[in-house]
């Protein structure tokens, strides 16, 4: 079975710009997170959906950044206008059936802001 | 509050040495789960254990072993007879809440560096 798949795997883009990052979930997980990684702050959650639905978008860092979920099997994280501080590894999980599963990651999304 | 710690930043050992990973949790939930992730130099995310709040065992897989105590609020990870490919960053995590109002915490990670 797949894992959770995400592109594009390296992006580079200017300030300024829009960025769509993009996520496949494990077929069949009804949960899916997408998590940001820096040096400064660590892994964070930013949103998290169930069934399509956004649960929790608490950590979700100002409006420039927007998720959506469409379907079952495929998630976007746009940032717009991206910032350099933007600059960061996006991962996307997806977990079944509960909140207390073990979540499964994607590979990631590594995000240069210049 | 929701908090992990990982105490130890970076670690280094020589290989075959024993080493252990601590990591402490707060929490006000009676019912959460613990995890350990391993994140290698190519950057993935790699699940190693899954533990809630009522199973107190220790657990063993191969070389890797996990201390959890609730009583110190402690979920420690122990890697017998280290080896170079165990160099990574390890993350321990918290998930807990309900339907409605959940949340997943990971503690800052520790890297592990296994010298030859």
């Known amino acids: 079975d797949a894992g959770v798949i995400q592109s594009p795997r390296h992006e580079v883009t200017e300030m300024g710009q829009e960025v769509t990052l993009r996520c496949k979930p494990i077929s069949g997980h009804d949960y899916l997170f997408w998590y940001r990684q820096t040096m400064m702050r660590g892994l964070e959650l930013l949103i998290y959906?169930?069934?399509?639905?956004?649960?929790?978008d608490s950590g979700m860092p100002e409006d420039r950044f927007s998720a959506k979920m469409p379907n079952a099997s495929f998630s976007t994280l746009k940032i717009q206008p991206s910032e350099p501080r933007d600059s960061a590894v996006y991962f996307c999980?997806?977990?079944?059936?509960?909140?207390?599963?073990?979540?499964?990651f994607g590979p990631g999304t590594r995000l240069l802001v210049l | 509050a929701q908090k992990v710690t990982q105490a130890q930043t970076e670690i280094s050992v020589v290989e075959k040495e024993d080493v252990t990973l601590d990591c402490v949790y707060e929490t006000r939930d009676t019912t959460y789960y613990l995890f350990w992730y391993k994140q290698p130099p190519s950057g993935e995310l790699v699940f190693l254990i899954r533990r809630n709040s009522f199973d107190e065992q220790n657990e063993i897989s191969g070389r890797y072993s996990w201390n959890f105590q609730k009583s110190t609020s402690s979920f420690n990870f122990t890697i017998t007879a280290s080896q170079v490919v165990d160099s990574a960053v390890y993350f321990c995590a918290l998930s807990e809440g309900n339907t409605g109002g959940f949340k997943t915490i990971f503690g800052a990670g520790t890297r592990l560096f296994v010298k030859a």
């Open positions: 999980a997806s977990t079944s059936s509960g909140i207390y599963e073990t979540q499964y």
């Open positions: 959906f169930n069934n399509n639905v956004p649960i929790d």
